[in-house]
């Protein structure tokens, strides 16, 4: 995951935002699940996912880095919620980018290998049929003949 400054399109930055604040709610809804003591300070009635957003966003900031593995960013939102005292900051505009590993279904998939076997055959067939260059017959060390004396 990573952030930047405001890009002009905001359409695009709210929906980026929104999914990171999804993959953010997402992990900590799993997390809560399978963490009991988790699940108590997620539940807090004073504490939200948009707090939680603003909170990592401003500790993005002041790091002055680009860039965050997943569970750095993960980190900062637990640690939002495990503090009782925490301030948030004020809203921000940030551009995030939210890397996610594309899953392909099977009908994709097929489709995607048929598309590169056509590929491959267009591209030998192209070549197939490319007029062939006859090469010219170069002598490396030529031999002086009877009438070059």
Known sequence: MGWSNPPHNTQRDMKATDN??????????????????????YS????NIDDCITYVLNTVQKSGCN???????FGMAVHYYDEDNIEAGKPM???VVVNHVVQ???EEKQEAHQHAIQKAQDEAY????QPV?????VVLNPQPGLFDF
């Not at 900590?28 to 009991?36: G, K, N």
């Not at 807090?44 to 504490?47: E, I, L, M």
């Open 20 to 41: 990171f604040k999804a993959t953010i709610k997402a992990y900590l809804d799993q997390r809560a699940e399978s963490d009991i003591l988790f699940s108590f300070k």
């Open 126 to 129: 192209r070549k197939m049929t």
């Open 133 to 137: 260059k006859k090469a010219k017959k």
């Open 67 to 73: 860039g965050f593995a997943d569970d750095e960013i």
């Open 93 to 95: 505009n940030a551009h």
């Open 104 to 106: 392909l279904s099977e």
């Open 44 to 47: 807090a009635p004073r504490k």
